[in-house]
Each structure stands twice: as C-alpha cells, then as structure tokens.
C-alpha cells in the first residue's frame, strides 16, 4: 500500500477524536415503525447496493467537527474472499493504520502507530467501513416507514439497519442501537461499476458525545485487479 498518497499524524489524530464519539448529547432520532409491504425484488435491489467479489477502494476523506475544524485524509479499503482490509495513509507514505476483519473471525490490527493503537478507534472503523460495504448477516425484512419502501435487518444486540435506495439505485443507510439513531449513511452520483451502484461521493453522520461527519470522494475503484474508475486528477 505504499504507492498510495496519506495525510499528516495531527490530522489522523484530529479523525481518531472523530470517530470516538459515543453517547449521544441530544435527544436522539428514534427506530421508525415498519408497515409490511410485498414487494417482489425488493430484496435482491436493497443487496445489490454491496459491492460483491474482490474489491479495492481509494477515497480521500474531508472530515468536519462540531467546533468548525476539519480536515482532508485518504483511506484504502480493500474486499476478497470474505475479508475487509482498511489502511490509514499519510501523504508522506506512512502507514499509520492498518486492520483486517475475516467473516466470523476477531479483528486482526496489523499495525497500528499511536494513537491509532486504542482499541475502540480499531473496532468504531472497520464498523463504519463494514456498514458501507457489507450487508448485515441477517436476512431483511421488507416493509415501509414515512420515508418510503426499507429492507430492515434486525441483528442481536439491539443493532438495526434501515436500507433505502436513493437515486441511481445509492444507498441510504440509518443505523440505531436500541431504537437510538446512531449513523447515517448516504451515497451520492452511483457508477454503474460491474454488478453493483458504486457511489462517487458518501456522507456518513455520526451521532454521540463527538457527533461527527465523514464526506468520502472516490478516487479510485478496482474490481478482481483491473481498474474500473480512476477520477482525473485536478
């Protein structure tokens, strides 16, 4: 992963603080009711927004906290043979994080300098990695809220996933923790790249005692080793 251009360590410490938030300081969006609906393709359409097969990710990360600051990182994700591989880059070619999670398997942190070495930052990562590119291993259940057709996926725990389809087929995720709105996910501009929408742009809103919002540019995309997106350079 050398090869790859990454941002500077007061950056990533400034994404580490991100990503750390947990309790919410508001009163929080709460798990809407869901009306049965039968809709014959509705669940091959909300599982077809997860890229399927060998996959790999380049996005440039424009992050922004509730006190005005932000930033500008990249992030590489890579998918095969059951397995999420996610790496923190700096611009000067340093690896500062690095984590693979196999399905059914403990996250494996690879390398992990301070202080990207907390376990929580690990762990908050690739879950908000996973919610992007990996259905819950659960099947949905179709139904309809205010908002329109939801593939629900009920997991233990107290976890749920709301999955509407957006324009272009993008996703829009909605993830509660015992009927509390903890993230949202919304993809924007979706290629048509192999089999699934591939969105050039992702917001991700994180919701706890430092909520936080995530904007993903997609920089590059590879499916099973051949380039199938590069964006041009500016």
Known sequence: MSSFPRPTVLVWLAVLMVLAGCAATRPPDRLPELAPVAVEDLR????????????????GISFSLPDQTGGTVLGVTTLAHGEIASALLTVEGLVLFEAREREGEELTVLRALPPFDKPDFAQGLVEDVRAIFRPPAVEPVLGKTEDGLVCRFVEAGGRVTDLRLGEEGCLRLSTFRDGMLQRQVTGVACRGLGPAPIPERLQMRGLGAAPYTLDLTLLRADHAGHALFEAEAK
Request: charge should be negative; proline fraction near 6%.
């Open 44 to 59: 091959e359409r909300c599982l077809a927004v997860y890229p399927a097969g060998e996959w790999q990710f380049v996005h």
